[in-house]
């Protein structure tokens, strides 16, 4: 396939927050024939899946990453990838998650790379605590997105993974190189950090 890249902007991954629904038979059956066109090498056809998923994948990468920069960053690598590794999908699943996956997946291998070249980031020595989280509105207290973003890095990616993106233990710990076990505490770790956060 040709090399294919896309212009990002602060609109681009405006309003992260997206409402889940059922996708009707002829919304499949448009993204099935976008997929297909993608595949035989139309740029136009996956320029619209990009414009279709990229609200969600960046919503994902910001909560997994934290950082709006390194979430950009990691929006543009996973359709990069996406694009490069098209013709591997074989729509058993929606785009979206399909998309949701290879992003995970990229957050996570960039993690043990960095951990790897001598980060020394490892999940249970994630020990600090949560952020301070500055709200416009105080007295309308802190959010739940607010507060996510609060976590520590391995506490956060858990929460995500497991209770966002509906990941079992197993399937984390193998991703982030990690125990179930510590899978396990950091989860419960996030929910404890999480409720003292949006009690206070």
């Known amino acids: 396939m040709t090399e294919v890249g896309f212009a990002t902007s602060a609109a681009a991954f405006a309003a992260p927050r997206m409402t889940i629904r059922t996708a009707t038979e002829?919304?499949?059956?448009?993204?099935r024939d976008l997929v297909v066109r993608a595949q035989r090498g139309e740029v136009a056809a996956f320029e619209t899946l990009y414009r279709e998923n990229v609200r969600r994948i960046y919503a994902l990468s910001f909560r997994l990453e934290r950082n709006p920069q390194r979430a950009e960053e990691l929006t543009q690598d996973?359709?990069?990838?996406?694009?490069?590794?098209?013709?591997?999908?074989?729509?058993?699943?929606?785009?979206?998650s399909w998309m949701h996956t290879l992003t995970t997946n990229l957050s996570l291998s960039d993690r043990r790379s960095r951990v790897r070249r001598g980060a020394r980031e490892f999940a249970?020595?994630?020990?600090?605590p949560l952020a301070p989280v500055e709200s416009e509105r105080p007295e309308v207290g802190v959010d739940l997105e607010r507060a996510l973003q609060g976590l520590p890095r391995g506490a956060r990616q858990v929460f995500v993974l497991h209770d966002i993106e509906g990941y079992k233990h197993t399937e984390i710990a193998t991703q982030m190189g990690v125990?179930?076990?510590?899978?396990?505490?950091?989860?419960?770790?996030?929910?404890?950090?999480?409720r003292e956060a949006l009690e206070g």
Do not use: I
Request: net charge positive; proline share 0%.
């Open 124 to 128: 249970t020595d994630d020990l600090e």
């Open 179 to 194: 125990a179930v076990g510590t899978s396990k505490a950091q989860l419960h770790r996030a929910r404890k950090l999480l």
């Open 26 to 31: 002829e919304e499949r059956a448009r993204e």
């Open 78 to 96: 996973a359709f990069v990838r996406a694009w490069n590794k098209l013709d591997s999908f074989r729509g058993d699943s929606a785009f979206a």
